[in-house]
Structures are given as structure tokens and as C-alpha cells.
């Protein structure tokens, strides 16, 4: 077997089991949508224009950031569930390696992270975004949070020339693959303390 | 009679006493609701500038207020998923198998669910009226006696929809839709006058309960700022939840005797 296979079979199974999710996705959606269509669109008559000039396409990457955090959560869910069930038992009883489930499991989830986005990613491909200066402190905490950070990176995608962000680009990489390696560490120990105990 | 009055005061005292379960889950809301109204609404109240027949809206206020609804609406709704959990975990029939009249059960559980979700509110509910300055204490009475009708209301609505779906996966859709829908299209985060240039919007939060509730704490809690940015005038905005909670905890009432049996459906 080739090194990491057996991670890959089990991420592949649950990104198939993220489709009998579908209409607890069907719900999130709406949540998603009822935040930029309903929220937003209100919110955008009574917002300071000299603050957010459109707090509509303001919001749009922030939703698209909050989906993908929303989605890459299903996993957890899904482990509280098997743990309640006992059902991580039947888990560890398999030919696998530990190290490959825990590897699997949180690929699993970083994947369903990515394809419940997608949607999203496209709605921003045709909406825009304006950034708003935060008061600092808060500034400082706010643009350093991870659902930030991939919010900025959308927008220096999707509307460079609206953007007034001090960041460049590489350092909101290097950032959010600091915060990804912290949370990726983080979840596998405690999964793996889960499964022992 | 006495018998039957004793067994629903202490069906109520075990919904309330289940408070020690959720010692985290209070914990995270309560967290979240000082961080809405330390962080979050103080940001907000600065980028927005809203007039109102009177003048300019306080948003600061008039946010304290929405958020504390907010929490009382998610906790009350987390009844629902507690009955279908109970279902599938077998307590439910074994509350059957009790000496007690079924409709004392029901009445008991309807009644013991508001109560329990307002208790759990309280701790949000001194943090708003600290942050408010409410007036007098009849004022914070009459805005507990408010919460704690919508809440029962609330709770035979979530028990209702819960009886009925019986499915932890389907009331977890029905209820994230129903929950983003009504916060959304209320007077929760903005009032009734930002919602007019959006017809649809405007007559569903003019009818939605969640308006009307959250507008008659704002009444209660800032009379100042709340004048003329209500969906309706305080007294039939009042008779509103009082016919709500009244119609809902009946309709629940009558599910849980009708169709308590027959456990969890997949």
C-alpha cells in the first residue's frame, strides 16, 4: 500500500459521507444566504456610507469565509457523534494505521471545507467587496483571526483595487498556514486523545 | 388534584434542574453575548446612522436589546432538539411509564421548558439591563415577565415542530432555516423603518412574533429610544405575544399528549 493511501481512503469517505449531509447543507446554505441577502442588504441602508461605502458586497467575502469554517466543522460534528455512538471503536478496529486516520479525518474535513465553498467562491467571482478600518485596538485582534485572514486574501483576490489593506498578500499566506498548521496539530492530538480514551 | 399539582411542579423542577448540563453550553452563549454587546455591538453602533421619526436611533441600545433576544430565541429553541434527543434516548418513554397523568406530563413539559429557557437567560437578561440603566425594578420585572412569555412561546413551537419531525437531522434543518429566517426578517438587528425600502422584508417582520417581542423589551427597557420605531403600538404589540405564547403552548400541548409515543423516527 502506498504511503498515505490508506489517509486518503478515509478522507474519501468522508467527503462521500458529506452528501448524506445534503439538506443539513440545504440549511447552512440558507443560513449563508439569509446573512447576505437578508442582513446585508438591510444592514446596507443604515450603514455610514463614509465607514462602508456597500456594506452588501462587504459582506459577501466575509459569508464566503464564515461557509468554509462552517462546512470544515461538519467533521467535528460527525466525531462528537461516532464518539457518542461508540462508533470510533469500529474505527480503530480497522487494518489502519493511526496516524492514517487522524491524517484521513482532518483531510476529510479540510476537503469538505473547500468543495461547500465553492458555491460561495463563485458568488464572489460576480459580486465585490469594500474593506472597513476597524477601531485599534480591536483592529489588531480582528484582522489576525483566522476567518479574517482568509477574508482578505478573497478580497486582494477579488477586488484588489477597493481593498485598503496593509497586508501583502504573502504574509496573510503565511499566516493562515500558521493558524492552519496550530489548528491541524491541535485537532490531532485531541482526536487522537479521544480515541484512547 | 394535589397529587396531579405535585407531579407537574416536579416535571417543571427537573427541566430546570437539567441547567447543570449544560454548564458549558450557558457558558459559550454567555460569552457570546458579552462579546456581542462589548465588542461587536459597540463596533456596529459606530458605523451605523439610522434616523427615526424622532431623530437619530441610538443603535447601541437599540443592539443591547436585539442580542439579548437573539440568545433568548436560540435557547428556547434548543427545547426541540432536547425533546428529540429525549426520543431517541428512550427517556421520553419512560416519562410515560411515571405515575402521571399524561396531560400533567404535557403541561409539566411545556411549562417547565419556557421556565428553563428563561432561567438560563437571566444571566444575559441583568447584563442588558446593567448596560441599559433600566429605569426601576417594575420595569425589569415587567421585561422578565416579557422574556419568559415569548420563551414559553418559543418552546411550544420548537416542542411542537419536534413532535412532529421526530428526527434530530430534519429538525436540525428545519430549525437552522426557521432560526436564520426570523432573527433575519424581525426587528432584531434593525428596526422596523430600515426595512421599508424592501417591501417583502418590511411585512414579514411586520407580522413575524420575533418584532413584536423584541420591540416590547425595547419599550420596557429604553421608552426613550424606542418610540416610533416599533412594528406597532406597545399594546397590541403585547397582546401579540401573549396570543402567540398562549396558541403555541396549547398546539404543544396537544402534540405531547397526542403523539409523545412511539419514540424516535429515522
Do not use: C
Not at chain 1, 24 to 34: E, R, V
Amino acid at each position: 500500500v502506498m504511503p498515505g493511501a490508506q489517509a486518503l481512503m478515509v478522507a474519501y469517505r468522508d467527503l462521500q459521507r458529506f452528501w448524506k449531509y445534503k439538506w443539513w447543507l440545504a440549511g447552512l446554505i440558507t443560513m449563508n444566504l439569509a446573512d447576505l441577502f437578508i442582513f446585508a442588504l438591510v444592514f446596507k441602508g443604515i450603514v455610514r456610507r463614509d465607514v462602508v461605502p456597500d456594506y452588501f458586497y462587504f459582506l459577501a467575502p466575509g459569508i464566503a469565509s464564515i461557509a468554509a469554517f462552517a462546512a470544515a466543522f461538519t467533521i467535528g460534528r460527525e466525531v462528537m457523534m461516532e464518539l457518542r455512538r461508540g462508533f470510533h471503536h469500529y474505527l480503530l478496529s480497522l487494518p489502519i494505521s493511526r496516524i492514517d486516520l487522524v491524517v484521513g479525518r482532518i483531510l476529510g474535513g479540510v476537503v469538505r471545507g473547500v468543495v461547500y465553498q465553492m458555491p460561495f467562491i463563485a458568488l464572489l467571482v460576480i459580486l465585490t467587496g469594500v474593506l472597513a478600518r476597524f477601531p485599534e485596538p480591536l483592529y489588531t485582534l480582528i484582522v489576525n483571526n483566522p476567518i479574517s485572514i482568509a477574508t482578505s486574501i478573497y478580497r486582494a483576490i477579488f477586488t484588489p483595487e477597493i481593498v485598503h489593506d496593509a497586508h501583502q498578500v504573502e504574509v496573510l499566506l503565511a499566516k493562515l498556514t500558521l493558524w492552519t498548521i496550530t489548528l491541524v496539530v491541535v485537532g490531532a492530538i485531541l482526536y487522537d486523545r479521544n480515541l484512547k480514551s | 388534584m394535589r397529587e396531579d399539582l405535585r407531579a407537574l411542579a416536579l416535571i417543571i423542577l427537573w427541566d430546570v434542574r437539567k441547567l447543570g448540563r449544560y454548564k458549558f453550553f450557558l457558558a459559550m452563549r454567555f460569552a457570546w453575548f458579552l462579546l456581542q454587546v462589548l465588542v461587536f455591538g459597540l463596533i456596529v453602533a459606530h458605523m451605523v446612522s439610522i434616523m427615526g421619526p424622532q431623530g437619530p436611533i441610538d443603535y447601541y441600545k437599540f443592539y443591547v436589546v436585539g442580542a439579548y433576544m437573539a440568545v433568548l430565541f436560540s435557547m428556547s429553541i434548543m427545547r426541540g432538539h432536547e425533546i428529540v434527543e429525549e426520543l431517541e434516548d428512550g427517556l421520553i418513554d419512560y416519562q410515560l411509564s411515571l405515575p402521571v397523568k399524561r396531560r400533567v406530563l404535557a403541561i409539566g413539559r411545556a411549562l417547565g421548558g419556557g421556565i428553563a429557557s428563561f432561567t438560563y437567560s437571566l444571566p444575559m437578561l441583568l447584563v442588558t439591563v446593567v448596560v441599559l440603566g433600566v429605569p426601576s425594578i417594575p420595569h425589569v420585572i415587567l421585561l422578565a415577565i416579557i422574556a419568559f412569555l415569548f420563551a414559553s412561546g418559543l418552546v411550544g413551537v420548537a416542542m411542537s415542530v419536534a413532535l412532529w419531525l421526530r428526527s434530530g437531522d430534519k429538525l436540525d434543518i428545519l430549525m437552522g432555516v426557521s432560526d436564520s429566517l426570523l432573527v433575519r426578517l424581525s426587528t432584531i438587528f434593525y428596526p422596523i423603518v430600515a426595512l421599508t425600502p424592501i417591501a417583502i422584508y418590511y411585512y414579514l417582520a411586520k407580522v413575524n412574533p420575533v418584532s413584536h417581542a423584541v420591540d416590547t423589551l425595547r419599550v420596557i427597557a429604553v421608552p426613550e429610544h424606542a418610540s416610533g420605531i416599533t412594528v406597532s403600538d406597545p399594546l397590541v404589540m403585547a397582546s401579540y405575544i401573549a396570543g402567540f405564547t398562549l396558541s403555541s403552548i396549547l398546539t404543544a400541548i396537544t402534540l405531547l399528549e397526542r403523539r409523545i409515543e412511539g419514540g424516535y423516527g429515522r
